[in-house]
C-alpha cells in the first residue's frame, strides 16, 4: 500500500503556474466527475485577506483550473461541474452556534463564462435535509448544434431527487466568433423520485442508486419470513442516464437491511448526516450502504452495521443502551453479489463499541476478480466476485497496528485501485503484494486462507512460481496435520488445470469451462486474521425473483445496446439453469473399475490418447519443459504405462460430461470444441501434476545436481533420514494425485516403489503393493531383486514373494535377472516342469550364467554308480528334443541345490 498527499501535489501545481508565493491551504475534495476529474476547494491569502477558490483537477493532464473565488470562506461540503467547465453547483452546509439547532444546506449555481461571470444563485431554497447535487455527463447538442442542454440532479433527503436543466445558447458576437451564454434562467425542474432514504451516484456508469418504499413482493432471500401486506418493503432502485435518451428504471431489488429508518422517513436512530462527496452519498449515518456496479455486468451491494446479539433471541438489538455498547458489539458488512445470486455476510465478533462505531470499511474493485474490503487497523479482506465461476474463497490479510484512519474513498482517472482519505487527502493505491501473500500463507491461519491464496495466485494471477515456493514451505511446515497439506496439493491440481486450460481455449469454446472443475475444498468459512477472527458465511437469493430484478433487454430504451444491465440480465438467465460441473471423484470411480483389468504389459502403445487437434497447444512454462531436475528418468520401461490408462480415462470422462451438458443446456458447442477442450484439460492436468510433484521435491531437497546421477541409483546414495523425508512428501504427493485421477509423471511410479523399497519394512513395503501403491513394473522389479543384499534367508524369501506377486511374464523376467543360486532352481524346475508336462519350454534365456562357487563333479554319484543328473536329463531328453534342452540351467541348478543347503 503506497500513498502520497493530493494537497502537496496540488500546491506544486498552482506553483508552476505563478511565480508568487503560494499560499494555498485547507484543500478539501467536495468532487468528482465522469471524465477522471476532481473538484476542490482551499483557502488562499489575496490582499491580506483569507478568500476561498473552488476549481478542477484533471489528473491526466495535470492541470488545475480555478473555477470561481469566493471573497468569504465558506463551508462548501459538495460540488458538481459540468463537462465545458462553465457551469458550477456547489452545496454549503451551515453549522449551528447554538444547541439543538440543526444544520442547514444551501444549494447554488455560479455560471463561469469568458466573457461573463454569473455570481451565485440559490437553485433552492434552504433546508435542514440534506441537499447534494451533480451533474449528468453526455451528448450536449441534444437538441440542436447551438444549444447545450447540461442537465443536474438535485437531491433532497427524504423529500426528492428532481432534474435540473441549464440550457446554454451559442451566441454570435460582433468580432464574428462564437461564445456560449448563458442567461440564469432555466426550465421548471422535473422529479423522478418523490420519497427516497439514500442515494448514491455512480460518475463512471451515470447511474443513479436509490432506495425507497414499495408494497411487499416475494422475499428476495431464502428462509426469510414474509411480510405482512401492510408493512413497506425496502427497495433498492436504479436509473440509468443516457446521453441522448431518457433515463429508464433498470434495478428493483427488494432488501433485507436492519435497522432501517420508517418508511415516510422517521427518524433514524442516530440522527446526524454523513456528508459523503466522494462517492456522493445522501444519507444519514443511521444506513452505511455501497454500491459497485462494474461494466462487465457485476453488482456489488456492501452494507456495513453493528448489532448486538442477544442471548435469548436469535434477533438484535438497536444499541441504543450505554450496558450493551460496553460490552462489545458484532461489527459486520454483507455484500450482495447479484451477478451470483448470493449474499456473503462478513461478522467481526465482539469488537469494543469505541473501536467498532470508528471503523468504516472500504470498498473497491480489485484485479478484476475480486472485491476488496479495507478495514482500517484490523485486516484487508479480498472476495472472490470473478464472473467466469461462483463464488468460492475469500483471503484476509491483517493489517499492522499502527495503521489507523477512516475509510478510503475511491479516486476516478488516477489508475486502478487508487483511493484518498477525504480528511487528509492521502492517495493511497491499493495493492496486494506477493510478499503479503506469502506472509499470510505462512502466517498462523486456518486452510481455507491458505487455499484462498493459492486460488487467487493460481487462477487470478498466473503466479505459479509463488504457488509452487509456497507449497514447498507448506510441506516442510505441517503445522495442521496432513489434511491440510493434501488439501492445498489438491487445490493446486485442479486450480492450475482450471487456469491452464481456460487461458489457451479459443473464445468459442470458452463458455464449456462451466462445466469443468475449477475447485474442490475452496468455501466461505471462518478465518483469523491475527487476534480478529472474521465469520464469513453465504447465503443464496431466490432465483425465481434474482431474474425479474433487472430490465430484460427487450424492455429497454434501446433494445441493441449492450451494457453492464444487459450483461448482468444475461448473468442472472444463466442462474436459472444451474451448472453441473463434472467431479473429479466420478472420474475417479471409473478409473478404479478399470484399473482391476489394467495390465501394463498387455496394453498396446500404440493407443496414444492425446491427439493433435488444429488449435495448437499453448506454449508450456520453461518450469514445464522437459528438462525439469527431476531426480528419476521419465520413460516407462513397460509396454504402456498406468499415465497413459490415466489420461485416457479423463479425456473419454470429460469429453463424455461435456456432451450430455452441452446438449441438455444452451452451450450448443460443436464437438470439435469439445475435443480441443479435452485435448487441453487432459495436457494440462499432467503439467500441472508434474509441477506439484516438482514442489515436493525442491521441499525434501531431492533436485538433483548435474554431476549426479538419477534413478535407482539416486536413492541408492541418499542418506536414510533424508530418503525418509522425500518418501513421506512424495507419498502425500501421491494420494493427492492419486485421489483426483491424475497423472503421475513417467517413471514416477517406479521411482516411489523402489524408494518404498529401500524406506520401509518389508512387511509395510508388501502391503503398499497389495493396496496398489506401488507398481512392480519390470524396471523396478529387476532393480529389487539385483539389489546386493540377498546373503540372508528371509531377504531371499522376501524377493521370492514379490516375485509371486507379479504377473508370469514379469516374473520369468525378474529371475532371469537375478543371479542367485535360488533363482537358478526356480527357472530350471520351471523349464523342467515345461517339457515333462508336454507344453512348449519358454524361450530359451540366452543371457549367460554366474558361475557357482562349487567344489567339483564329485559332489555328485559317478563311476560305476548311476549319476541321478544322468538318470534325469535321460527323461528330460526322451520328452523333448535337444534344441528345447537348457543343458546350463539345469546342470548349474543342480550343482546349486546338491551342493548347498538351498531353501526355496
Same mark, same amino acid.
Given at each position: 500500500m503506497t500513498s502520497h498527499n493530493l494537497a502537496v501535489k496540488l500546491c506544486g501545481v498552482l506553483q508552476s503556474q505563478s511565480d508568487e508565493e503560494v499560499t494555498a491551504r485547507e484543500w478539501r475534495l467536495v468532487g468528482q466527475e465522469q471524465d477522471g476529474s476532481q473538484i476542490l476547494t482551499w483557502i488562499s491569502t489575496r490582499e491580506s485577506k483569507?478568500?476561498?477558490?473552488?476549481?478542477?483537477?484533471?489528473?491526466?493532464t495535470k492541470s488545475l483550473k480555478t473555477l470561481y473565488t469566493f471573497e468569504e470562506k465558506l463551508n462548501i461540503i459538495q460540488a458538481s461541474v459540468n463537462s465545458s467547465h462553465s457551469l458550477v453547483v456547489y452545496v454549503v452546509k451551515d453549522i449551528p452556534t447554538v444547541a439543538n439547532e440543526e444544520p442547514i444546506y444551501r444549494p447554488y449555481l455560479v455560471a463561469i463564462l469568458p466573457d461573463k461571470v454569473t455570481g451565485p444563485e440559490e437553485v433552492e431554497e434552504q433546508s435542514t435535509k440534506q441537499i447534494m447535487v451533480q451533474y449528468v455527463y453526455g451528448k450536449s447538442n441534444k437538441y440542436s448544434p447551438g444549444i447545450r442542454n447540461d442537465r443536474f440532479i438535485l437531491f433532497k433527503?427524504?423529500?426528492?431527487?428532481?432534474?435540473?436543466?441549464?440550457?446554454?445558447?451559442?451566441?454570435?458576437?460582433?468580432?464574428?466568433?462564437?461564445?456560449?451564454?448563458?442567461d440564469g434562467i432555466y426550465p421548471e425542474p422535473e422529479t423522478i423520485v418523490h420519497v427516497f432514504s439514500w442515494a448514491q451516484w455512480d460518475c463512471v456508469n451515470q447511474v443513479l442508486f436509490y432506495i425507497h418504499y414499495r408494497a411487499p413482493t416475494q422475499s428476495f432471500a431464502e428462509d426469510e419470513e414474509e411480510k405482512s401486506p401492510t408493512e413497506l418493503t425496502p427497495t433498492l432502485s436504479a436509473l440509468q442516464f443516457h446521453a441522448d435518451l431518457p433515463h429508464e428504471t433498470v434495478l428493483n431489488i427488494p432488501l433485507s437491511l436492519p435497522h432501517m429508518p420508517g418508511a415516510h422517513g422517521a427518524a433514524s436512530a442516530c440522527g446526524s448526516y454523513e456528508d459523503d462527496p466522494v462517492p456522493l452519498r445522501v444519507h444519514d449515518c443511521s444506513l452505511d450502504l455501497y454500491i459497485i456496479c462494474d461494466q462487465r455486468g457485476m453488482l456489488c451491494v456492501c452494507h456495513h452495521y453493528l448489532y448486538k446479539p442477544l442471548d435469548d433471541s436469535t434477533s438484535s438489538l438497536v444499541l441504543d443502551d450505554v450496558d450493551l455498547k460496553d460490552s462489545g458489539v458484532n461489527f459486520a458488512y454483507s455484500v450482495t453479489l447479484l451477478h451470483h445470486g448470493c449474499v456473503v455476510h462478513n461478522v467481526v465478533p465482539d469488537l469494543p463499541w469505541s473501536l467498532a462505531k470508528s471503523l468504516r470499511p472500504s470498498y473497491t474493485l480489485y484485479a478484476e476478480n475480486h472485491l476488496l474490503v479495507h478495514i482500517p487497523m484490523l485486516f484487508t479482506h479480498l472476495i472472490d466476485i470473478s464472473p467466469h465461476h461462483e463464488p468460492c474463497c475469500h483471503i484476509v490479510m491483517p493489517s499492522e497496528s499502527t495503521e489507523s484512519g477512516p475509510s478510503l474513498a475511491p479516486l476516478v482517472g488516477w489508475g486502478p485501485h487508487t483511493m484518498v482519505d477525504l480528511n487528509t487527502l492521502d492517495i493511497v493505491t491499493m495493492n496486494v503484494a506477493e510478499k503479503d501473500l506469502a506472509a499470510t500463507f505462512k502466517s498462523d491461519t486456518v486452510v481455507e486462507n491458505r487455499l484462498g491464496v493459492l486460488h487467487y495466485l493460481v487462477q487470478h494471477e498466473g503466479n505459479t512460481d509463488l504457488a509452487e515456493d509456497l507449497i514447498s514451505w507448506l510441506c516442510v511446515n505441517q503445522n495442521d496435520g496432513l489434511g491440510g497439506l493434501q488439501k492445498v496439493m489438491q487445490?493446486?491440481?485442479?486450480? /492450475?488445470?482450471?487456469?491452464?486450460?481456460?487461458?489457451? &481455449?479459443?473464445?468459442?469454446?470458452? /463458455?464449456?469451462?462451466?462445466?469443468?472443475?475449477?475447485? &474442490?475444498?475452496?468455501k466461505f468459512g471462518d478465518v483469523k486474521a491475527g487476534a480478529v477472527c472474521v465469520s464469513v458465511s453465504q447465503a443464496a437469493l431466490w432465483r425465481s425473483a434474482v431474474a425479474a430484478v433487472v430490465l430484460s433487454p427487450r424492455q429497454r430504451v434501446s433494445q441493441f445496446a449492450e451494457d453492464a444491465w444487459t450483461r448482468l440480465w444475461a448473468a442472472l438467465c444463466a442462474l436459472a439453469a444451474p451448472r453441473a460441473r463434472l467431479q473429479p471423484a466420478a472420474v475417479l470411480e471409473r478409473l478404479r473399475v478399470s484399473l482391476h483389468c489394467y495390465q501394463p504389459e498387455a496394453l498396446s502403445r500404440s493407443s496414444t490418447p492425446l491427439s493433435p487437434t488444429a488449435a495448437p497447444l499453448a506454449p508450456r512454462r520453461a518450469s514445464f519443459a522437459a528438462q525439469d531436475a527431476f531426480p528419476f528418468v521419465e520413460l516407462d520401461v513397460c509396454t504402456a504405462s498406468k499415465q497413459e490408462h490415466v489420461i485416457a480415462a479423463n479425456l473419454r470422462a470429460v469429453s463424455v460430461h461435456l456432451m450430455r451438458e452441452s446438449n441438455n443446456g444452451s452451450a450448443g458447442a460443436l464437438e470439435s470444441g469439445i475435443h480441443a477442450l479435452a485435448t487441453r484439460w487432459a495436457a494440462a492436468q499432467l503439467d500441472a501434476s508434474r509441477a506439484l510433484c516438482r514442489a515436493a521435491l525442491k521441499a525434501a531437497a531431492a533436485i538433483p545436481l548435474p554431476h549426479q546421477p538419477r534413478g535407482f541409483a539416486y536413492v541408492d546414495e541418499l542418506e536414510p533420514s533424508h530418503a525418509l523425508i522425500l518418501f513421506k512428501l512424495l507419498e502425500q504427493y501421491y494420494v493427492s494425485t492419486d485421489s483426483l485421477a491424475f497423472p503421475l509423471p513417467q517413471g514416477f511410479s517406479s521411482f516411489f516403489t523402489y524408494l518404498g523399497y529401500k524406506t520401509l519394512r518389508f512387511h509395510a513395503f508388501a502391503q503398499y503393493v497389495h493396496r496398489n501403491v506401488f507398481e512392480l513394473q519390470i524396471d523396478v522389479l529387476k532393480a529389487i531383486i539385483a539389489s546386493k543384499d540377498d546373503d540372508s534367508t528371509c531377504t531371499v524369501n522376501n524377493k521370492l514373494r514379490l516375485i509371486q506377486l507379479v504377473g508370469e511374464g514379469r516374473g520369468r523376467r525378474a529371475l532371469a535377472s537375478w543371479p542367485n543360486k535360488a533363482a537358478l532352481v526356480l527357472r530350471a524346475r520351471d523349464h523342467a516342469a515345461a517339457l515333462l508336462s508336454g507344453v512348449t519350454a519358454p524361450a530359451r534365456d540366452h543371457h549367460p550364467h554366474?558361475?557357482?562357487?562349487?567344489?567339483?563333479?564329485?559332489?555328485?554319484?559317478?563311476?560305476?554308480?548311476?549319476?541321478?543328473?544322468?538318470?534325469?536329463?535321460?527323461?528330460?531328453t526322451a520328452k523333448a528334443s535337444l534344441n528345447e534342452l537348457d543343458f546350463n540351467l539345469i546342470i548349474e541348478a543342480t550343482l546349486a541345490s546338491v551342493q548347498q543347503d538351498v531353501t526355496v
Open positions: 483569507d478568500v476561498l477558490n473552488i476549481g478542477v483537477y484533471t489528473n491526466k433527503h427524504l423529500e426528492c431527487i428532481k432534474i435540473y436543466r441549464t440550457p446554454m445558447f451559442l451566441n454570435e458576437c460582433d468580432d464574428g466568433t462564437d461564445k456560449w451564454g448563458f487445490e493446486y491440481l485442479v486450480g /492450475t488445470t482450471y487456469a491452464v486450460t481456460r487461458r489457451s &481455449l479459443p473464445a468459442a469454446a470458452a /463458455t464449456l469451462m462451466n462445466w469443468l472443475p475449477f475447485t &474442490l475444498h475452496l554366474r558361475p557357482i562357487k562349487d567344489t567339483g563333479i564329485a559332489a555328485l554319484p559317478s563311476g560305476e554308480r548311476l549319476s541321478p543328473l544322468d538318470t534325469f536329463l535321460d527323461l528330460l
